[in-house]
């Protein structure tokens, strides 16, 4: 089993910045893939950023050049440096992990976070 538990939301206006964290616990040698997602009310999830153990990254098309994985396999932790932020960021924000990135592109991790919101206010 893996723990994944977020942080770092909070509140910040348009423009501004935020940096948000994963840390994994448990079986965390299984965890290949790492990636956040993001739900905003009456919206579908959507896969924000992954990225596998290798570095490889993958970013949706609305958070390109402005959204950054990362991941310190030495701490099983996972970053996502957001600059630039918009009020249509605001979101719950997930971390899920898995052992490949297929799972997470379907939206079928087997590891998830708790969220942590993001507010971006004008």
């Known amino acids: 089993q893996v723990q994944l538990v977020e942080s770092g939301g909070g509140l910040v206006q348009a423009g501004g910045s935020l940096r948000l964290s994963c840390a994994a616990s448990?079986?965390?040698?299984?965890?290949?893939?790492i990636g956040w997602y993001r739900q905003a009310p009456g919206k579908q999830r959507e896969l924000v950023a992954a990225?596998?153990?290798?570095?490889?990254?993958n970013y949706a098309d609305s958070v390109k050049g402005r959204f950054t994985i990362s991941r310190d396999n030495a701490k099983n932790t996972a970053y996502l440096q957001m600059n630039s932020l918009k009020l249509e960021d605001t979101a719950v924000y997930y971390c899920?992990?898995?052992?490949?990135?297929?799972?997470?592109?379907?939206?079928?991790?087997?590891?998830w976070g708790q969220g942590t919101q993001v507010t971006v206010s004008s």
């Open positions: 448990g079986s965390t040698l299984s965890i290949n893939a």
């Open positions: 899920a992990a898995d052992q490949g990135m297929l799972k997470l592109r379907l939206g079928v991790a087997s590891y």
């Open positions: 990225i596998t153990s290798g570095g490889s990254t």
